[in-house]
């Protein structure tokens, strides 16, 4: 173990990416592709110590920006290597950095808050004019259309056959974590056991952030449609924390019937983002989890020539959860 320099109540997670996934931890994130020719590469990257073992962590609302991070750009340069990886361009890639992956993630960010919060805001203003809607079920109806556009997307790109892998790999990855959480064995035949949804996916995550967003923005329904579209951009940060705090929240008081309630549209959700893996993506997600978890000292490797992880047990001040992911 690293003794005080590991931080209670850390959520591992992680994302799915082309043909594998990629897992974060406290001091290294490792992300697990099978290539053309069958191999499981992994590469490895050290994670920001100012960040992800600093005091950010451990202070609500600010925490969520490290998930912003996540999702925005580690998890998007792990895409972007991960595609080189699974083409059979090789380990040595230079996919996980450099100009192209901001570029990427720039164009990316620029999208989602156009399509999932711009453009809701405009069309329901537009309608406000049209119907003579008050201001309350304008914005309502923005809330509604944000909704619809997300559960949209999601139903579109589901159709697509690369798409379906990939939420086959985003099934791996959370089979993984929970069968981590629960103590067993980290092979594919114990972690196939498990289920692919849990309470604090990334898919539950934007799901609450669309929700709090139609609260927040409620007193926010400008005349002009430039300061009624300006007035969202500052307050998605917020809303994304406020969001990641909710999800831990639930999470943690999960077995009470209003939390269950709560959580429950966020967990039938994820059957759009998560399908059944097969026992080779599994074996991925396993390798992608196991370094990170040797990194923050918590799993010991058994000495047989291809190890077999096995959790050390946890106590309740530093117990183990998944992150938001996918993002």
Same mark, same amino acid.
């Given at each position: 173990?690293h003794g005080d320099?590991i @931080?209670?109540e850390?959520y591992y997670? *992680?994302?799915?990416?082309i043909d594998?996934?990629?897992?974060r931890?406290q ?7 099978r290539?053309?020719q ?9 994670l920001p110590p ?7 962590m ?5 925490? *969520? ?7 925005l750009?580690?998890g998007?340069?792990?895409l972007?290597?991960?595609?080189d ?7 040595d890639?230079?996919g996980?950095s450099g ?6 993630i720039?164009?990316?960010l ?6 999932f919060f711009?453009?809701?805001t405009a069309?329901s203003?537009w309608?406000e004019?049209?119907l003579?809607l008050?201001?309350s079920a304008?914005s309502?109806?923005e *809330?509604? @259309? ?5 559960v949209g997307?999601?139903l579109a790109?589901?159709?697509m ?15 993984t974590?929970?069968?981590?959480e629960?103590?067993?064995p980290?092979?594919p035949?114990s972690?196939?056991?498990?289920s ?5 996916c ?7 952030v ?7 923005f ?7 449609w430039?300061?009624r ?5 500052p307050?998605i940060?917020?809303?994304?924390s406020?969001a990641?705090?909710l999800?831990?929240f ?14 429950a549209?966020g967990?039938a959700?994820?059957r759009?983002?998560t ?7 599994l074996?991925v ?6 370094p990170? @978890? ?22 309740e ?10 993002l």
């Amino acid at each position: 173990m690293h003794g005080d320099s590991i @931080l209670t109540e850390f959520y591992y997670g *992680g994302q799915a990416v082309i043909d594998g996934v990629m897992m974060r931890g406290q001091r290294r994130a490792a992300i697990a592709v099978r290539d053309p020719q069958g191999h499981i590469v992994v590469h490895e990257e050290d994670l920001p110590p100012s960040v992800y073992q600093g005091s950010i962590m451990r202070r609500p609302f600010l925490r *969520g920006l490290v998930l912003l991070w996540d999702a925005l750009v580690l998890g998007t340069r792990a895409l972007m290597w991960s595609a080189d990886v699974a083409i059979g361009e090789g380990e040595d890639s230079k996919g996980f950095s450099g100009p192209m992956a901001w570029g990427t993630i720039a164009v990316s960010l620029l999208l989602g808050v156009g399509l999932f919060f711009l453009l809701p805001t405009a069309v329901s203003q537009w309608l406000e004019n049209v119907l003579s809607l008050s201001k309350s079920a304008s914005s309502l109806l923005e *809330g509604l @259309l944000r909704i619809l556009l997300f559960v949209g997307y999601l139903l579109a790109i589901s159709r697509m056959e690369d798409v379906r892998r990939v939420f086959s790999f985003h099934g791996a990855e959370h089979k993984t974590i929970n069968a981590y959480e629960a103590g067993a064995p980290l092979t594919p035949e114990s972690v196939a056991r498990f289920s692919t949804v849990h309470t604090r996916c990334g898919t539950s995550f934007l799901l609450f952030v669309l929700v709090i967003s139609v609260l927040l923005f409620v007193p926010l329904q400008f005349d002009t449609w430039y300061w009624r579209m300006a007035s969202r951009l500052p307050l998605i940060p917020v809303v994304a924390s406020l969001a990641y705090e909710l999800l831990r929240f639930s999470t943690r008081h999960q077995r009470r019937p209003l939390m269950r309630a709560l959580i429950a549209p966020g967990l039938a959700m994820q059957r759009l983002t998560t399908r059944q893996p097969d026992l080779d993506m599994l074996e991925v997600a396993i390798a992608a989890l196991k370094p990170v @978890l040797l990194a923050d000292g918590l799993a010991v490797p058994d000495p047989s020539p291809l190890p077999t992880l096995v959790p050390v047990p946890v106590t309740e001040a530093a117990s183990p959860a998944v992150s938001p992911s996918n993002l």
